[in-house]
């Protein structure tokens, strides 16, 4: 039985899509059909969310029975894992790639993803790519603004998302973890506590953002793969169009209440991680 020896973990919206659609295309390195299985992350379960969301979480269910009674398993961006055997099957292709991958954003800010990954794969790689988090939740927002399923400003979102910080934090629901997944101090702590730092690969996205082909190579070479591939023109279906001119722009007071949320945050991340992010505060 194969599982994966390496994981990219988040954060959302910081990149790691296309980095999963360029490693997918290595010959050494074999990605899991399915983006984003979820199966390390307990949280992410029909129990866990929002009485709301349950006609989706039904919709998702059915979808992941059609999924998984299907031979060879089509590639897939989306999914819900909880079964043990399903999980495993999505690595029942691999032959012989040196490194094995999958990828789920909501394992950083899980508070079980750590633990549980390192009891089921000790020697695990880590990927984690951090954003500064005020451009992450906007481009968050974008997202959900581009697919229809909100049609709000990004003020209101914010009004709506601070708002339902007062409800249960373990519940999944349509602002929830929308701000949580940009707290990342004591997320990263927890993978710090489950594996030694070798294990990981911690990246600022806008550092990555300057010297995207440096990046790569650390990459394959962090994954000990030939880091001479070039990565090719992939598909991101994660991506958000917007007609021409009609994409929204983050305004300086929506960015100025985000800062002053995550700023106590954003100085512990400096301290801890020993890296200047002064630029997250402007």
Request: include cysteine.
């Amino acid at each position: 039985m194969t599982m994966p020896n390496f994981f990219i973990a988040g954060a959302p919206k910081a990149g790691t899509d296309l980095l999963f659609y360029q490693l997918d295309q290595h010959p050494e390195i074999y990605m899991s059909p399915m983006k984003e299985p979820n199966f390390f992350s307990a949280e992410v379960r029909p129990a866990n969310f929002h009485p709301s969301l349950h006609p989706h979480m039904r919709n998702s269910e059915e979808m992941m029975q059609e999924y998984f009674a299907t031979d060879p398993l089509p590639k897939r961006f989306g999914g819900m894992v909880t079964s043990r055997a399903d999980y495993e099957r999505l690595f029942v292709a691999v032959e012989a790639e040196r490194a094995v991958g999958e990828g789920s954003v909501c394992y950083l800010w899980s508070q079980t993803a750590a633990k549980a990954i390192s009891e089921a794969v000790p020697g695990a790689k880590i990927i984690l790519v951090l954003m500064d988090p005020a451009e992450r939740a906007f481009h968050q927002y974008l997202k959900s603004l581009a697919d229809g399923n909100v049609s709000h400003s990004f003020s209101v979102h914010l009004d709506l998302a601070f708002e339902d910080r007062k409800l249960p934090q373990w519940q999944v629901r349509l602002f929830n973890p929308f701000l949580a997944f940009g707290q990342y101090t004591g997320q990263v702590q927890r993978y710090l506590e489950h594996f030694a730092r070798e294990q990981l690969l911690i990246s600022i996205y806008e550092d990555v953002r300057k010297d995207y082909g440096s990046w790569w190579r650390q990459v394959l070479d962090f994954l000990q793969v030939d880091s001479s591939f070039v990565p090719p023109e992939v598909e991101v279906p994660s991506t958000p169009h917007f007609k021409s001119g009609l994409e929204p722009g983050m305004l300086p007071q929506e960015r100025r209440r985000l800062v002053e949320f995550y700023r106590d945050d954003i100085h512990r991340l400096q301290e801890f991680l020993g890296i200047e992010l002064r630029h997250w505060l402007e």
